[in-house]
């Protein structure tokens, strides 16, 4: 079991900037992918980025490449996702989770997090 516990929202204006932050715990961490999905009010989730176990490897969303990035400390088992010129769009539960592969596609992240409110006003 990987248990993930995601930190950082709140609430933005359009244009500002905010870190998300996934701390994990339980099996080694570096033996996962670590992704950041979202799930906008009245919409699908959708996947936002996910980084490589050992963190060389990042892919993106084109909603939000060059705006968001992903990183990790490993020695602190932890994952940020960076999110620069917030958009009213981009508000939604962010959630991270684990995967065994690096991937975009949601089936194989079998660990989750709660999620974290990220709301930005225009």
């Known amino acids: 079991q990987v248990q993930l516990v995601e930190s950082g929202g709140g609430l933005v204006q359009a244009g500002d900037s905010l870190r998300l932050s996934c701390a994990a715990s339980?099996?080694?961490?570096?033996?996962?992918?670590m992704g950041w999905f979202r799930q906008g009010p009245g919409k699908e989730r959708e996947f936002v980025g996910t980084i490589s176990g050992w963190g060389p490897t990042t892919y993106f969303a084109d909603s939000v490449k060059g705006r968001f990035t992903i990183s990790r400390d490993n020695a602190k088992n932890t994952v940020y996702l960076q999110m620069n010129s917030l958009e009213p769009e981009d508000t939604a539960v962010y959630y991270c989770a684990a995967s065994p592969i690096l991937t975009s596609q949601a089936a194989p992240y079998h660990f989750w997090g709660q999620g974290t409110q990220v709301t930005v006003s225009s």
């Open positions: 339980g099996r080694t961490f570096t033996n996962y992918a």
